[in-house]
């Protein structure tokens, strides 16, 4: 009996792990929202670290959070890094690109509690009743570690419900 257990769950471990080695390898989680504000009020709440704290998702999570900026002051070259509780971690933000007032690319790279280096992407499409509709990204390989944790959740449904709390925030700042 005990040996047919065992070879069951031998079989299941290594079903599991070779169906792990088949999942992709890069992920991308992509949220939007239409926000009745033109670009030119929105970009700047993504292109200046400063202004994070308006609508970050992360910000309310850790009061004690330390932030350190650097860099340019905003856009290309700014610099955001953190340090907090377990659960935000710690982490550095650059601004890779910018494009006024329609995007903002940022290399991401996580220190905390895991280690990771994705890439953010927000747009700013104009539309024809004066509104924006706002696209946040973000995309990043996937290791072997990652893909066995996707077997049981998702990165969409690790961050997907930050991204949209975090896009709502930002429309309640920017529709002020």
């Known amino acids: 009996m005990f040996k047919s257990i065992a070879l069951g769950l031998v ?16 992920f991308s989680v992509q949220r939007q929202i239409t926000i009745k504000a033109p670009a030119e009020k929105i970009y700047p709440l993504v292109n200046d670290f400063h ?14 959070m330390t932030r350190t900026h650097s860099g340019a002051p905003a856009g290309k070259g700014a610099v955001y890094g953190w340090k907090g509780n ?9 601004i890779t ?6 995007q903002v690319q940022i290399k991401l790279d996580f220190f905390d509690p895991f280690e990771a280096q994705n890439r953010t992407t927000f747009s700013f499409q104009p539309q024809a009743d004066g509104s924006t ?4 990204v973000m995309q990043g390989p996937m290791n ?11 990165m969409d449904k690790m961050i997907g419900k930050d991204f949209e709390t975090g896009l709502a925030n930002m429309k309640a700042a920017a529709e002020k």
């Open 11 to 26: 079989v299941l471990i290594v079903g599991l792990l070779g169906f792990a080695a088949t999942r992709p390898d890069s």
């Open 51 to 64: 202004q994070w704290t308006a609508w970050s998702p992360w910000e309310k999570l850790d009061s004690t």
């Open 86 to 94: 377990k659960d935000v971690g710690s982490g550095r933000m650059e």
């Open 97 to 102: 690109d910018s494009t006024a007032p329609s």
């Open 133 to 136: 509709q706002v696209v946040w």
């Open 144 to 154: 072997y570690v990652s893909k066995l944790m996707s077997v049981f959740v998702s």
